[in-house]
């Protein structure tokens, strides 16, 4: 079992940036896959990028080329980059966690990511 602690989101203008942070109760090292999903008002919840434990990164089309996800070990945390912010970004962020590569996924509490003017 994982525990996930979010922080990072908030209001940010068009075009602006943030970083989303994740930290994880054990050591990230032992854990299949983390990554961030998304999901906005009515709509379903959407993969946004992922990290394994081998360092392999994937991204949705919707923000690749304009995000990255990097990890630190020695603070069991990673760290969803978000840069040139549109208003279809503004969605709460949930970061997931996966044990094994059949495993459920653990989930944070979710932080509010607001991009307008």
């Known amino acids: 079992q994982v525990q996930l602690v979010e922080s990072g989101g908030g209001l940010v203008q068009p075009g602006g940036s943030l970083r989303l942070s994740c930290a994880a109760s054990?050591?990230?090292?032992?854990?299949?896959?983390m990554g961030w999903y998304r999901q906005a008002p009515g709509k379903q919840r959407e993969l946004v990028a992922t990290?394994?434990?081998?360092?392999?990164?994937t991204y949705a089309d919707s923000v690749s080329g304009r995000s990255a996800i990097t990890r630190d070990g020695a603070k069991d945390t990673v760290y969803l980059h978000l840069n040139s912010l549109k208003p279809e970004d503004t969605a709460v962020y949930y970061c997931?966690?996966?044990?094994?590569?059949?495993?459920?996924?653990?989930w944070g509490q979710g932080t509010q990511v607001t991009v307008s003017s």
């Open positions: 054990i050591s990230i090292f032992s854990i299949n896959d």
């Open positions: 997931y966690a996966r044990m094994t590569p059949d495993g459920r996924n653990y």
């Open positions: 990290i394994t434990g081998w360092g392999t990164t």
